[in-house]
């Protein structure tokens, strides 16, 4: 089964900027789509972008369009969430998690999930 490890949160300010990595072990990363995900307390959880098995498609909300990449490095086997210009707003636990090779906007098709990452902004 795709085993899944966020790193690389943190407590960052208005306007700073962090890379969340999501490694893989088990499976080959270029596989899989991966999405990342994101929870707020006392908010449901929302997607917050999504790269397809291959890399050539890749999709992302309204709320982080132009602020969040996502990028993969299939020799280190991991996916990055570059975040940049971040806000209070943005601050939530964060999740990568994988399925088959396309994206889809349904959270309960990805089967597979890692623990999550903090991700605080605040001055």
């Known amino acids: 089964q795709l085993q899944l490890v966020e790193s690389g949160g943190g407590l960052v300010q208005p306007g700073g900027s962090l890379r969340l990595s999501c490694a893989a072990s088990?499976?080959?990363?270029?596989?899989?789509?991966i999405g990342w995900f994101r929870q707020a307390p006392g908010k449901e959880r929302e997607g917050v972008g999504c790269t397809s098995s291959s890399g050539g498609w890749t999709i992302y909300p309204d709320s982080v369009k132009g602020r969040f990449t996502i990028s993969r490095d299939n020799a280190k086997n991991t996916v990055y969430l570059q975040m940049n210009s971040l806000k209070p707003e943005d601050t939530a636990i964060y999740y990568c998690a994988g399925r088959g090779e396309l994206c889809s906007p349904y959270m309960y098709r990805f089967n597979s999930w890692g623990q999550g990452t903090q991700v605080t902004v605040s001055s």
């Open positions: 088990g499976f080959t990363l270029d596989n899989y789509a």
